[in-house]
């Protein structure tokens, strides 16, 4: 877990265009700041669940997982690096399409439609010719109450 300010800072540095010697000013880490608060809705509207909070402040605790640190460091010193006129170094670009490559993969929210039960039983469960004592009902919707649900 680290606050939004550490990541743009870190983000800001891969760019070299930040450092303790000679910071970048506050436009640019408000600017850096904003299209961190952007980055992480698009995320959200994509149905990508990084458990991360909106950064409402600098200071805020993000609490990402800490695999995906430095893939948004990357993808976010990917996109601002336009606005710094800079072009992006290429372990910074490849970084920042890799991370989202494994962020889209492993947090991506995925929805299962709801299937119906075959008119046979699972491979091992016997043969369904002879197993008359059935727990569900052919063409039931799983979740949905049985004829055997007593309602408790």
């Known amino acids: 877990m680290s ?8 983000a800001l540095r891969k760019l070299r265009v930040h450092s303790e010697i000679n ?16 980055m992480l809705s ?3 509207d994509n149905s990508i669940e990084l458990g991360c909070k909106d950064p409402d ?38 970084g920042a399409k890799r991370g989202a490559d494994h962020i889209v993969r492993f947090f991506k929210l995925v929805r299962c439609e709801n299937r119906y039960l075959s008119e046979t ?3 091992g469960q016997g ?4 197993n008359t004592n059935s727990y569900f009902e052919k063409g ?13």
């Open 3 to 10: 606050k939004a300010s550490a990541i743009v800072d870190a």
């Open 127 to 130: 043969n369904s010719a002879f």
């Open 23 to 38: 910071p970048a000013d506050r436009d640019s880490l408000d600017y850096t700041f904003e299209e961190l608060k952007s």
């Open 121 to 123: 039983l699972p491979m």
């Open 57 to 94: 402040a600098e200071q805020t605790e993000l609490g990402e997982p800490s695999s995906v640190r430095t893939h948004l460091i990357n993808m976010l010193a990917n996109r601002v690096s336009d606005y710094f006129q800079v072009s992006a170094p290429e372990s910074v670009s490849k």
């Open 42 to 44: 698009e995320l959200r």
């Open 140 to 152: 039931q919707r799983l979740g949905e109450p049985s004829i055997f649900d007593d309602g408790s």
